[in-house]
């Protein structure tokens, strides 16, 4: 008999499809997201392999000129929503935000591919090809600078990890005197206990605004924003993407591209030690206004097994931070260092652990032959939803939900990756 759970997931990645596109959860995010819509494709696989290719259609049909992919498609205006399409001002051929998010199509067009037995969907994927190199080469264009070879957000919700202390030194930096008053949505749907401060939301709407008064020129926006920030997450995923977009090149033949993208991997390769901080012997990341690190190990660091970069010595010293973080948290992983005075357990990513996060570490550590790792942060991942449901995000210590409840993408992980089916699956494909 399929565990309920399956039949859970399924429904609530049905009620929250909105027609081709699924939104991250009703009422907090009634929106399509970029990085959402990506990751829940793999969980419409399990059970509808075509609905999993429409999921990224439909963000791509948001994709401007310049081929920048938005971490917001408004196809409709929702007013429990802030800031929504009116603030933005931004989109082409439909109002979207003006900023992206971490770029982990490629790895999820190319695992759909390259798991499906059905030539159409294949085809369909391999079809997204230029699309996603055309958002490849948009990264490079802006946001991989000479000399730093990271790639770098001009905004904190770029980075998915919308509250991370990672931000805080570099954000100070914003001007929010200007910043047109404004009502939050958010805490009418989750305990402000839970969501970044009025502080923070000064500095992210002050950003838009920049963003905004500049035409979404993204020029501008690299070279005189007032936040840019060499970011792990995003440098990690982006450097992962890469190498999977490769591949999908090689089945299509274009060696040219091949070509483009091996130099792309190239110069994130040297991003990532550009990010390496020696004084606390970790990945983090690093203002580029300033050249400061942040100084903070967070979940963020641990993706650079997915990424596969890190030298021996690298990887020892972040292996001495996992035995240090693990022993201490009850849940793998943390969002941010539990033994950091900015840890707050249920605050968002300051503490909360969040399943996607967990899945791109799990499948990076068990590529990497650390499968300790990837065996505790599979199990503990299970057992957060066994226990307490498909939360947007957990506290790392007593289990409990933190934010939105029916979260798209966390149903998406159980479905494809944390039910037991889907871990017979993976062992019969090893
Ligand atoms: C929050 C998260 C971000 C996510 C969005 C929708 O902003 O920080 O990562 O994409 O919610 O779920």
Redesign the pocket.
């Known amino acids: 008999m399929p565990d309920n759970l399956d039949q859970k997931a399924r429904e609530i990645l049905r009620a929250n499809d909105k027609g081709g596109f699924t939104i ?2 009703a009422g ?2 009634p929106y399509q ?4 819509s990506v990751l829940v494709a793999l969980g419409f696989a399990t059970f509808d392999e075509a609905r999993a290719c429409a999921e990224i259609e439909t963000l791509f049909e948001a994709q401007w000129e310049d081929g920048l992919v938005p ?1 917001i498609v408004f196809r409709r205006n929702d007013p429990d929503y802030f800031p929504g399409p009116d603030v933005w001002q931004a989109g082409e051929s439909m109002p979207t935000s003006g900023i992206t ?2 770029p982990v199509a490629a790895t999820v067009v190319h695992e759909l591919w390259s798991r499906s037995d059905d030539s159409a969907i294949k085809v369909r994927m391999l079809a997204l090809f230029p699309k996603l190199l055309a958002w490849h080469r948009w990264f490079h264009r802006y946001r991989v600078p000479d000399g730093v070879g990271a790639a770098v957000i001009t905004h904190p ?1 770029e ?5 991370s202390p990672e931000w805080d030194h570099p954000a100070s930096a914003v001007d929010v005197s200007g910043v047109t008053p404004y009502e939050r949505r958010d805490l009418q749907h989750a305990d402000a206990a839970m969501r970044p401060t009025k502080l923070d939301y000064d500095r992210y709407i002050a950003m838009v605004e920049f963003g905004r008064n500049t035409g979404w020129d993204h020029e501008a926006i690299a070279t005189r924003g007032p936040f840019r920030v060499a970011d792990v997450g995003m440098t990690m995923i982006l450097l992962r993407a890469s190498r999977d977009l490769m591949r999908l090149a090689e089945e299509l033949g274009d060696t040219e591209a091949m070509a483009e993208l091996q130099g792309y991997v190239n110069q994130l390769e040297q991003g990532a030690d550009y990010l390496w901080d020696d004084s606390i012997q970790a990945y983090c990341s690093r203002d580029v206004i300033t050249g400061r690190h942040s100084g903070y190990i967070t979940s963020g660091s641990f993706l650079f097994a997915y990424a596969g970069v890190g030298s021996a010595t690298q990887r020892a010293a972040m292996s001495r931070h996992w035995d240090r973080i693990s022993a201490s948290c009850r849940y793998m992983c943390p969002s941010h260092d539990p033994d950091d005075v900015l840890f707050d357990a249920d605050r ?2 300051r503490g909360p652990v ?1 399943l ?1 996060v967990n899945y791109m570490l799990a499948r990076g550590f068990s590529e990497s032959g650390l499968d300790d790792w990837a065996r505790r942060i599979t199990e503990d991942s299970r057992e957060l939803i066994r226990e307490h449901g498909f939360y ?1 995000a957990f506290n790392p210590q007593a289990g409990t939900g933190t934010g ?1 409840e029916e ?3 966390t149903a998406a992980m159980w479905l494809a990756w944390l039910r037991p089916a889907a871990e017979k699956a993976r062992e019969l494909a090893s």
């Open positions: 991250p959860t907090l995010y997201w970029n990085w959402d971490h998010q971490p919700w980075s998915g990890r919308d509250n968002y990513w969040w996607v947007e939105g979260f798209s993408w």
